[in-house]
């Protein structure tokens, strides 16, 4: 069988945002407050008995925030730059319960027993539709019978005769200074991995996935809460 970690140099493509000495400036260019996702996996059954497994964890600020009412979050990210700043997260209380192995979608080897979430947020769009497809299945065989996908990610929710114009109105819409967020220079850099929402529902449903909610904003993030088959 081909070996997808192989074939994809996921490091190479992860983005410069994020491997190089930019990651430190990251979290402050993109301010994210987890409580909500925290809450919501625990409204979809996390709790003191289940594991998590956080794809693209970045700096850890939802793994980390989840740790608190898991048995078990297991953090995964491939660039060692957002590593780092992690371990400077993990003296907070709870980090202990987080463990953070270095590696993509297509190269995380599990071990032990299927796992009851996948949360991933922002991450997914930085590899190209063929390769999406193969994490997603990777995520579903990752997750027990049942188990919870909760996934985030940026993808365009435009219809084909208007993507020329809504791109154009997101770009313009960014910010100049990079401390203020993603530039139109930094967006128009990573729009080849871009996928639709349309073409996010049928991969998703051929990866074996139910998907139980599913809500876009701004035409450009979207999140869905899918479900393995029990
Ligand atoms: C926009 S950040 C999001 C980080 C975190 N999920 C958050 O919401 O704060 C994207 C993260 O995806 C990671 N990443 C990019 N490509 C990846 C891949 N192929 N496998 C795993 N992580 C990847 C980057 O290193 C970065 O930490």
């Known amino acids: 069988m081909a070996d997808a970690a ?8 992860a983005g410069a945002a994020y491997t190089s000495t930019t990651a430190a400036s990251y979290d402050a260019k993109a301010p994210f407050d987890p409580s909500d996702d925290v809450k919501r996996l ?4 996390l709790d003191r008995t289940k594991t998590l497994v956080d794809l693209g964890a970045g700096t850890g600020r939802v793994a980390v925030a989840a740790a608190r009412y898991a048995r078990e979050v297991i953090a995964v990210d491939i660039s060692p730059a957002m590593r780092e700043l992690f371990e400077q997260r993990r003296r907070l209380l709870w980090a202990r319960r987080v463990r953070y192995v ?3 979608f297509l190269s995380y080897e599990h071990e032990g027993a299927p796992v009851d979430f996948v949360y991933s947020r922002n991450a997914l769009q930085n590899l190209p ?3 999406k497809v193969v994490a ?8 027990r019978p049942g188990g919870v996908l ?10 084909p005769p208007d993507v020329l114009e809504r791109l154009e109105q997101h770009l313009a819409a960014l910010p100049t200074d990079p401390a203020k967020g993603f530039t139109r220079e930094e ?9 639709y929402g349309w073409l996010m529902t049928v991969m998703l449903e051929r990866c074996g996935f139910t998907i139980e909610h599913a809500r876009h904003g701004y035409g450009i993030f979207a999140e869905y809460v899918c479900r393995r088959a029990a």
């Open 129 to 131: 539709d063929l390769w």
């Open 136 to 143: 997603l299945q990777r995520m579903h065989d990752l997750l």
């Open 150 to 159: 909760f996934l985030r990610m940026i993808e365009f929710d435009y219809e």
């Open 102 to 104: 270095e590696a993509g």
């Open 187 to 195: 967006t128009v850099a990573a729009l080849d991995t871009r996928t």
């Open 42 to 45: 625990r409204a979809l059954g």
């Open 6 to 13: 192989q074939l994809y140099d996921e490091v190479a493509n």
